[in-house]
């Protein structure tokens, strides 16, 4: 549990010289084994805060342990903000960034495509500053699974601060996928639950306001608030996860043929599928590189048989074109990632430079990246 960036160099150091391996967790939201080591685990728990803001730039450097959540009041203090998020806040930023991960709008790409620079440890040993004149590496070290090494802190672009009008409400999925598309162009952030033991989606629309926070008392669904307080939900029950992006104009299709399989084949599962959409970018790893897509995400308990549902589920997602979140769950191996990821080798060659002797590859990562 380092408390310093010369720790972590030391400790990475070490590791190297005793033949170890190294891997670092956030805050450990995730449903695969990315963060579990056959070596040396850090933490970055102790590496937090928001150490650096530029107003005129709208640019925030966080370390790396950070929680989302811990972000919202002194970012907004400021007069900036997270351009999206997600409905979880409590993952660490390095983690998030590391994994991809995103909230909802076709405008709006991950975390990651929000990286202007890194300060990480690298498999030398060294403590490096990777920047907007270091492309190609930026775009490799921005979302890496933790394969590039020890993420110290990453540099965001943000926002002018803003509110959010929330509108949550209830109506049959047939008429939601109907008008599916303008409910989609007609709201910044748009995303919707199908519920399968009731055929029905809860349906959540944010759209920025320049109204002043207001609870909404009288009108059900809908409250104004901070966009950081907006966003994220409170999850109490226990769930695993897998989460794949398709095209976009595949979305509707591949929704509808998960919907069928939970229909025929495991109607005992009463967890929601989630939809949302994210704008296209150009990150190596990213499951958006090269194409605005759908995310579908799909949810069992986990002391229930939920790998059976998965493992059936994730041929329906390939036959879509689909590409797995990194830190949800997924059975895929290299050969997958080099034929689904097109600019899958341009990252191993930028991932060599900053660890050509895989010190940040366990067990797990050696077989994404070799």
């Known amino acids: 549990m380092p408390a310093s960036e010369a720790e972590v160099a030391d400790l990475v150091r070490d590791a190297a010289r005793a033949g170890l391996t190294v891997r670092v967790a ?4 995730s449903f695969m084994p990315i963060a579990a080591s056959d070596g040396l685990l850090l933490s970055a ?7 650096a803001v530029n107003v005129e730039r709208r640019r925030a450097t966080i370390g790396a342990g950070t929680r989302i959540t811990a972000l919202g009041e002194p970012l907004t203090s400021h007069g900036l903000a997270l351009a999206n998020q997600g409905d979880i806040d409590v ?4 983690g998030a960034i590391s994994t991809g991960t995103h909230g909802t709008g076709t405008s709006l790409g991950s975390l ?3 990286v202007r620079g890194v300060r990480l440890v690298d498999g030398r040993g060294e403590i490096v500053d990777i920047g907007e004149d270091r492309p190609d590496i930026l775009k490799a070290a921005a979302l890496s699974v ?3 090494g020890a993420i110290l802190s990453a540099t965001l672009q943000l926002v002018p601060a803003y509110r959010l009008h929330e509108r949550v409400w209830y109506e ?3 008429p939601v996928m109907e008008r599916l598309d303008a409910l989609i162009a007609a709201t910044r952030h748009f995303e919707f639950f199908w519920r399968p033991k009731t055929d029905d989606c809860e349906c959540k629309a944010l759209n920025p306001t320049d109204l002043p926070p207001d609870p909404m008392t009288g009108h059900e669904g809908e409250r104004i608030d901070h966009a950081w307080r907006v966003f994220p939900s409170v999850r109490q029950t226990r769930f695993v996860e897998s989460e794949w992006s398709v095209p976009a104009a595949r979305g509707p299709s591949c929704f509808a043929a998960i919907r069928r399989l939970m229909q025929e084949r495991f109607p005992e599962i009463v967890m929601p599928i989630e939809y949302r959409t994210v704008a296209a970018d150009d990150l190596p790893l990213s499951p958006n ?7 579908i995400s799909i949810h069992h308990f986990p002391h229930l048989d939920w790998l059976g549902f998965f493992n059936a589920a994730q041929p329906v997602f390939l036959d879509h074109g689909g590409r797995p979140h990194w830190g949800k769950w997924h059975a895929l191996k290299r050969a997958d990632f080099e034929r689904l990821y097109p600019a899958f080798d341009a990252f191993r060659d930028a991932r060599a430079t900053l660890d050509p002797d895989g ?3 366990s067990p797990a990562a050696r077989a994404f990246f070799g």
Do not use: K, W, Y
């Not at 728990?45 to 150490?51: H, K, N, S, T």
């Not at 590189?289 to 995310?295: E, L, N, P």
């Open 45 to 51: 728990d102790r590496l937090q805060g928001v150490l």
């Open 146 to 148: 933790g394969s590039v």
């Open 172 to 174: 049959p999925i047939g």
């Open 26 to 29: 956030g805050a450990g939201h």
């Open 359 to 361: 010190l940040f590859l």
């Open 112 to 114: 990651s495509t929000m």
């Open 289 to 295: 590189h090269g194409r605005a897509s759908v995310a």
């Open 91 to 94: 993952q660490a930023i390095a």
